[in-house]
């Protein structure tokens, strides 16, 4: 179900509220009766994408399900900031698993409810990057064959953050962390390399559960419909939040939304929706821009500019953008061709005369090889 | 101990740890003043009328309300200003400036098709006010006088109420029943007005008529004339007696060829009159380039649509029955024109002259304390002259000649009257700061191309004196002023609410005025700053918390 389009009213489809509109048509965080799930006092750094993420999904979960939702979080930043004992900052049953069982216990607690012949109780599994794509990787995958009842919600920041920002299977090429540290131009590194990590989003595709979604913190209204209409479907549903964090990316707190928002303007992070593991809906990008304008504003990605400049790894996380826009069709149609830099790579001193790798244009494929040589190897 | 098995401990809330400790700085709603306001030589309140009017139909009248507050002429405004506002918005940067003049129009037609009247005026104050001229600046003073509560009496030479907005602006461009409606308003607030009593000695109609203060704004009628070598059966006539014989009287023979002689908007104004007397060309000999020309762009665009041409670099230099010499000129360094010695013949059947226009000041002559310089009665910052209790205004005094102007210094010089005749002083209100376009995030405003106001078409200007721009409908006024960005002032988007992911941000219950529904509780904002990058509006600002 694609976010309704609010037209003619000053702001339109993007902010949270809007006075002119009918109350009913406003988001569910424009209200003051929305149920704060994750409520003030949590220990969150400032501008913390996760928290607010974690309340703009559990609060459109609260509501499409009329408060009847019980959730289970697996160890990470989430569980850490929000549930010091004896405080807890959950406003709904809540309950904290291990690292990696997340998706199993939440399994565990649809089952009961099923057992108990409860079944107007729904069942929110949640977890950072880490605890989802490679702790509990099992557990969500035997979730999603299995078909249990459960929305499972990771908030990816991409990397493990509670733990001092080292490197998980979300992060993404040439970020630094603290185990994928620059070592300096030539020196063969130049943050986390290419070619590795998973997609998470395609891989539950892969399951062909009922639902799989991507949502930003920046795009309010696209999430809350993705979530309502996880609550509508029964069995496996799988819904990727991308999440800033100010502290581990080295940007500025008040930068949160605006990172969010540019991740999916430059195609980095293609927001969108599949159900029974069938592309259903695309959110196209609206005002294009290149990765840079993005990639500039965090420090963990400050050593590509720090001179001299690491061009070929900007071009090559360009190359991910735009292969991104093309695999996903991530513009509207009057934008097509829009001269971005990255689109037009340089040739000289790439290997040439090699067939393209699939699904990538010759260039990409002579950079990627290259990024390959030359990063990859350093491993 | 009555708990389920296993527990020991109530939950506690995090509602106990009171994260507002960590903050170094704290949001902070502001009121900046927005470009169009700043702008604005009425001082209008451009984005609270246009707030108001967002609202749609039950807005409209509240617009209007708040827009009379400070200008009594919406409708005329919405037809003749030049709209600095537009020029300034900064909805300009991100597509196109807010239609402001077109909304303007739209609520000034509303209020007369509606008949909306004036607020009665405060308690008498028993004081009264002379007031010299009935054109735009001295109709604004008097009405802003009149609302303070005291008794204003006008006086103007002339046969009808308007001043320029009457005999200088063509009816194509004000028809002249929105112009009587509108003053019409005025003096139902109980403003008498004597028409055709020229006041030749302003000390003596004081004294003679029990005024404790005056405001003089004759306005500068007389067309300025310049030493043009003519034969004896040459017909040059001046600009101002050209429109001026518009109303009323008998229109002059202009012939078929008129040349209009100088490049003001009266030169195109003058121009397009003559086509529209039956004149089969109309040329205008202007001395420097377009670039260079005082008229406004879309008054030099609309003149030629009409067919109206232009003749640059040229100054006329003899002028005889059925034909003129034109020099052509050349701009030097300094983009003065200088003469060239070439020389042509144009045919022309009639010269008008629109070379500016003087105030005819016979009524300060020997008024003790009033100085007359460059032809302009100086004043000072409270537009009051060198004699006390007389102040002055609009086209008189050394400004930019607009209607607009005018009407800004009949306001200004009603709140220094007021607070003279109360033995006190008017403190203009303390500047705000500026809300800029790098202030705003333009994100969350919905994509908006602008509404145009439909032309008549050009086939049936050129014989009627039909009004040549139409004004909006309900439907694209409302969207016109749905496209403000509330420059610098919240506008309820609820984004601050939101965004906060320390639910830090408290909404109050909304009043329908323009200010912020939102408070930052304190408690609990850790200064993250998330709210003020994603105020689309630049109306939170950070302020650092005092060690």
Not at chain 1, 63 to 69: E, N, S, V, Y
Not at chain 1, 230 to 249: K, S, T
Not at chain 1, 303 to 326: C, K, M, T, W, Y
Not at chain 2, 48 to 61: K, N, Q, T, V
Request: glycine content about 10%; hydrophobic content about 40%.
């Amino acid at each position: 179900m694609a976010a309704k389009e609010i037209k003619l009213y000053q702001t339109g489809t993007f902010a949270v509220g809007n006075r002119l509109l009918d109350p009913e048509d406003r988001t569910v965080q424009a209200r003051t009766e929305r149920s704060n799930t994750l409520t003030s006092g949590h220990r969150a750094c400032q501008g913390c994408g996760e928290a607010l993420g974690a309340r703009y999904v559990l609060d459109a979960a609260m509501r499409a399900t009329d408060g009847r939702l019980v959730a289970a979080n697996a160890t990470g930043c989430l569980e850490v900031f929000s549930t010091p004992y004896p405080e807890s900052s959950w406003q709904l049953p809540w309950l904290h698993s291990l690292f990696g069982n997340a998706p199993a216990v939440a399994t565990g607690m649809a089952a009961a409810l099923r057992a108990k012949g409860i079944d107007d109780v729904r069942v929110i599994g949640q977890g950072g990057d880490g605890g989802t794509l490679d702790i509990g990787f099992a557990c969500l995958s035997g979730m999603f064959e299995r078909n249990d009842d459960v929305l499972y919600v990771c908030y990816d920041n991409e990397a493990y953050m509670n733990t001092g920002v080292q490197r998980s299977g979300a992060t993404p090429p040439g970020a630094r962390t603290a185990n994928t540290k620059p070592l300096g131009a030539g020196a063969g590194r130049d943050g986390n390399t290419f070619g590795q990590g998973k997609n998470a989003p395609l891989i539950a595709m892969a399951h062909e559960i009922p639902y799989v979604a991507t949502a930003t913190v920046a795009d309010l209204r696209d999430l809350e419909a993705k979530v309502e209409r996880a609550m509508e479907l029964r069995g496996a549903r799988y819904l990727h939040v991308f999440v800033p964090c100010p502290l581990g990316w080295g940007a500025a707190s008040r930068d949160t939304i605006r990172l969010a928002r540019l991740v999916k303007e430059t195609g980095l992070f293609p927001v969108f929706a599949a159900e029974q593991g069938e592309i259903t809906e695309v959110l196209k990008i609206r005002r294009r821009v290149p990765v840079e304008e993005y990639l500039r504003l965090q420090r963990r990605y400050a050593h590509l500019f720090a001179e001299p400049e690491s061009r070929d790894v900007i071009d090559g996380i360009q190359a991910i953008a735009d292969r991104n826009i093309r695999r996903f069709d991530l513009l509207a149609d009057i934008e097509e061709g829009a001269d971005l830099p990255g689109e037009a790579i340089d040739a000289a001193g790439l290997p040439e005369g090699q067939p393209p790798i699939a699904g990538r244009t010759e260039e990409e494929s002579n950079l990627m090889r290259m990024l390959a040589e030359t990063h990859h190897g350093a491993q | 101990m009555d708990k389920p098995f296993a527990i020991t401990l109530d939950v506690g809330s995090s509602l106990a740890n009171k994260t507002g400790s960590w903050r170094t700085e704290r949001a902070v709603y502001v009121d900046r003043l927005p470009p169009c306001q700043g702008h604005c030589p009425a001082g209008e309140d451009v984005r609270g009328w246009l707030y108001d009017a967002e609202d749609g139909e039950e807005g409209y009248e509240r617009a209007w309300r708040r827009l009379v507050a400070d200008n009594p002429f919406p409708a005329i405004m919405g037809r003749v200003c030049y709209h600095p506002c537009e020029s300034a918005c900064n909805r300009k940067d991100l597509d196109e400036a807010v239609g402001i003049n077109s909304v303007e129009r739209f609520l000034g037609d509303e209020a007369i098709a509606r008949g909306w009247s004036l607020d009665p005026p405060a308690t008498a104050s028993g004081k009264r006010v002379l007031v010299v001229g009935a054109g735009p600046s001295g109709l604004s003073a008097a009405y802003h006088l009149a609302r303070l509560g005291h008794a204003v009496v006008i006086h103007d030479a002339g046969p009808m109420v308007g001043g320029m907005m009457r005999f200088g602006i063509p009816r194509y461009r004000l028809p002249r029943e929105v112009l009587d409606a509108e003053v019409e308003r005025i003096l139902d607030l109980g403003v008498e007005l004597e028409l055709n009593s020229k006041i030749t000695d302003c000390e003596e109609a004081m004294e003679a008529g029990g005024f404790d203060a005056a405001f003089l704004a004759i306005g500068a009628g007389v067309g300025r004339n310049a030493y043009v070598p003519a034969g004896e059966s040459a017909k040059i006539l001046d600009a101002v007696s050209l429109l001026h014989s518009m109303e009323g009287e008998q229109p002059p023979m202009l012939g078929r060829r008129v040349v209009v002689y100088g490049g003001g908007n009266t030169a195109m104004d003058a121009a397009r009159t003559a086509k529209r007397l039956g004149a089969a060309e109309a040329i205008v000999v202007y001395r420097r380039d377009r670039d260079r020309m005082p008229a406004h762009e879309f008054e030099v665009e609309e003149a030629e649509e009409e067919g109206v041409m232009m003749r640059w670099l040229s100054t006329i230099k003899r002028a005889d029955e059925g034909e003129i010499e034109v020099e052509r000129m050349e701009l030097d360094e300094s983009g003065f024109p200088q003469p060239t010695g070439e020389v042509e013949r144009l045919g022309a059947d009639s010269v008008v002259l629109a070379l500016g226009q003087e105030s005819d000041l016979g009524l300060v002559e020997g008024v003790a304390g009033i100085e007359v310089e460059d032809g302009v009665v100086r004043v000072g910052a409270d537009l009051m002259t060198g004699r006390p209790g007389i102040f002055a205004g609009g086209d008189m005094i050394p400004a930019e000649r607009t209607v607009t102007v005018a009407i800004g210094h009949g306001k200004r010089a009603a709140r220094h009257v007021d607070a003279w005749l109360r033995a006190s002083v008017w403190e203009e209100p303390p500047e705000r700061e500026a809300a800029g376009y790098e202030q705003l995030n333009t994100w969350y405003y919905a994509d908006a191309p602008r509404s145009h106001r439909a032309k008549l078409e050009i086939a049936r200007r050129a014989g009627t004196f039909d009004e040549v721009v139409h004004g909006l409908d309900a439907g694209n006024a409302l969207l016109e002023a749905r496209r403000c960005l509330s420059c610098g002032s919240c506008f309820s988007c609820d984004n601050c609410f939101g965004v906060c992911p320390d639910n830090a941000v408290l909404k109050l219950p909304e009043t329908g005025e323009l200010n912020p529904h939102y408070r930052i509780d304190l408690d609990f904002c850790k200064g993250c700053g998330i709210c003020v990058a994603e105020c689309p509006c630049g109306a939170i600002e950070m302020v650092a918390e005092e060690v």
